[in-house]
């Protein structure tokens, strides 16, 4: 997700790893750039929702899109694999979940690919949403949950067959927080989760603010420690080149910058953007060709490492780095130029998030001296302030671990926690399990909800392991419930 734009330039100079948090678990933007044959057929439904399932004065309804693939299905009580959809469009998550569509025939399962409130086609207000607080205030958790759970309940009461179907949640994500939340508050509705690359913990007081930047610095380690040397020693040295208007005419036409290095709010926001292709290449390094993100080659970390395999100084630094950067956002050759805003595009999904990071989903970032990243503090007081400044809202940092039980959530069941090691988010994830039903998977190779994804020829031996695994918990949960007829 793009952060919203106003934000961008007041926590850029405060903290880029605060600027590049909340972009990091969505759509670059909402048209996806993929070009998917995936051929996976589903048709689309929407269903009328409130606006507040919490109070009972605001009797506004919206539209809530879902999407449903039945052909694989058993109409005799066949489960239900039900993906809580995260933030952006849910086509584009249904298109990236290629698993569910892989299990869905030995399971003989209804699919279904429910749309977050606030993104893609389930706009409460039209094109009032994002001009007025009072009009994004429906934008939480806890109301897209509800939403699920009305939803799952529409399905089962109107769907001939599925009155007894046991549903699974699935999520990647935020999507996952959604799916492993799902299980802990409505354990009625759904009988299991699987949350893959979701960092439940990665909230005020659970994890600590440096351990994701940390996690990234871990992963491009293992592709190459020169790269990691280089990049360290790149933000000193870019702020040593664009001292003078000659250097930041030299980083604008070595970079092929869409517009020139003007002012120092120009430079760092510039170097907040080298930051977050480097994070967006870690979350995305799958070991096949993907446009997850943006269209890259396999093990992408390794490709972009490949400029900057030997120690560079000086401008020779800069024209690495610029090969690096250009095999993120230039890897199909079609980039007239190179745009330091392009994280910023403001889509609707973009602004959605930018919204949830200012209210809930409050992910402490800072970046320690051990990482490749400029070091940077986190301060929940400046945070708050750019959010308010943003969004007239202020953040309250301890809501989503009262609500969610934080690291006590020992007492809860069924619920799958897998992480791919390379993913920088699998540093706010569970990684060790729980108790018998509260399972963690870690997939040593893999990046953010690699196991997720379609199977692939090029998959490796951990995650189709991950997977395996995933597929026999899912079955014991169902088998554990009333056996099937038909
Ligand atoms: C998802 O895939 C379908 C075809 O498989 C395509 O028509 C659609 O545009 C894709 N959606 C996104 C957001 O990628
Ligand atoms: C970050 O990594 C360094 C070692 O690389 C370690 O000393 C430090 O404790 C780590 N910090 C966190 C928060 O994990
Ligand atoms: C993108 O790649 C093409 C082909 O390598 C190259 O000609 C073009 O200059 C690159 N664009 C940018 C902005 O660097
Ligand atoms: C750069 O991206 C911004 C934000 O998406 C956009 O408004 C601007 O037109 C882009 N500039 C160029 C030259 O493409
Ligand atoms: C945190 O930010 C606030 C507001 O910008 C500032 O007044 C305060 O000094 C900062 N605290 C630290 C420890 O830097």
């Given at each position: 997700m793009a952060m919203n734009y106003a934000l961008v330039p007041l926590l850029c100079c405060i903290s880029i790893a605060v600027a590049l948090y909340p972009r990091l678990l969505s759509p670059?933007?909402?048209?996806?750039?993929?070009?998917?044959?995936?051929?996976?057929?589903?048709?689309?439904?929407?269903?009328?929702?409130?606006?507040d399932h919490f109070g009972f004065n605001n009797e506004d309804t919206f539209k809530q899109r879902y999407l449903i693939a039945s052909q694989?299905?058993?109409?005799?009580?066949?489960?239900?694999f039900f993906y809580t959809g995260n933030e952006g469009d849910i086509t584009w998550f249904c298109n990236n979940t290629g698993f569910m569509w892989d299990i869905a025939p030995e399971f003989r399962a209804l699919l279904v690919f429910a749309?977050?409130?606030?993104?893609?086609?389930?706009?409460?207000?039209?094109?009032?949403?994002?001009?007025?607080?009072?009009?994004?205030?429906?934008?939480?958790?806890?109301?897209?949950?509800?939403?699920?759970?009305?939803?799952?309940?529409?399905?089962?009461?109107?769907?001939?067959?599925?009155?007894?179907?046991?549903?699974?949640?699935?999520?990647?994500?935020?999507?996952?927080?959604?799916?492993?939340?799902?299980?802990?508050?409505?354990?009625?509705?759904?009988?299991?989760?699987?949350?893959?690359?979701?960092?439940?913990?990665?909230?005020?007081?659970?994890?600590?603010c440096s351990a994701v930047m940390n996690t990234t610095t871990q992963s491009y380690l293992r592709a190459s420690p020169q790269c990691v040397d280089n990049i360290r020693q790149s933000w000193s040295t870019i702020d040593k080149i664009a001292a003078t208007v000659d250097g930041r005419n030299y980083i604008y036409n070595i970079f092929h910058l869409c517009s020139p290095l003007k002012t120092t709010g120009d430079v760092a926001k510039f170097k907040a953007w080298l930051s977050s292709a480097w994070f967006d290449l870690a979350m995305v390094n799958y070991p096949y060709p993907a446009s997850f993100l943006e269209p890259l080659p396999a093990w992408p970390v390794k490709v972009a490492c490949s400029p900057l395999g030997s120690p560079l100084q000086d401008k020779l630094l800069m024209q690495g780095l610029y090969k690096a950067v250009n095999i993120y956002f230039n890897y199909t050759g079609q980039a007239k130029c190179l745009n330091t805003s392009q994280d910023a595009t403001a889509s609707l999904g973009d602004a959605g998030w930018g919204y949830q990071a200012c209210t809930e989903m409050v992910m402490p970032s800072c970046v320690d001296s051990s990482s490749m990243f400029e070091p940077t503090t986190w301060n929940f007081t400046s945070y708050s302030d750019s959010c308010y400044s943003s969004y007239k809202m202020r953040p309250r940092q301890h809501w989503v671990t009262t609500q969610y039980s934080g690291k006590?959530?020992?007492?809860?069941?069924?619920?799958?926690?897998?992480?791919?090691?390379?993913?920088?988010?699998?540093?706010?994830?569970?990684?060790?399990?729980?108790?018998?039903?509260?399972?963690?998977?870690?997939?040593p190779d893999g990046a953010h909800h690699l196991d997720l994804r379609a199977a692939d020829k090029d998959d490796t031996d951990y995650v189709k392991a991950a997977r395996t695994?995933?597929?026999?918990?899912?079955?014991?949960?169902?088998?554990?419930?009333k056996p099937l007829k038909g």
């Open positions: 670059r933007n909402g048209n996806a750039k993929a070009s998917l044959t995936n051929g996976y057929s589903y048709e689309t439904f929407y269903l009328v929702q409130q606006v694989f299905w058993n109409h005799h009580g066949g489960p239900i749309e977050h409130r606030y993104y893609g086609s389930s706009i409460p207000y039209g094109s009032q949403t994002f001009k007025d607080p009072s009009k994004l205030n429906y934008l939480t958790s806890e109301q897209a949950l509800a939403d699920f759970a009305v939803l799952i309940r529409y399905l089962k009461s109107s769907i001939p067959g599925t009155s007894d179907s046991p549903v699974v949640a699935f999520g990647g994500s935020y999507g996952g927080m959604l799916s492993a939340w799902m299980r802990m508050k409505y354990p009625g509705t759904v009988i299991g989760a699987l949350a893959a690359s979701a960092p439940v913990w990665d909230f005020t007081g659970l994890t600590p006590n959530i020992g007492d809860t069941s069924n619920i799958i926690f897998s992480n791919g090691l390379l993913d920088p988010w699998s540093a706010g994830g569970v990684l060790n399990s729980l108790s018998d039903s509260l399972v963690a998977i870690q997939i695994q995933e597929k026999n918990i899912i079955r014991f949960w169902l088998n554990s419930q």
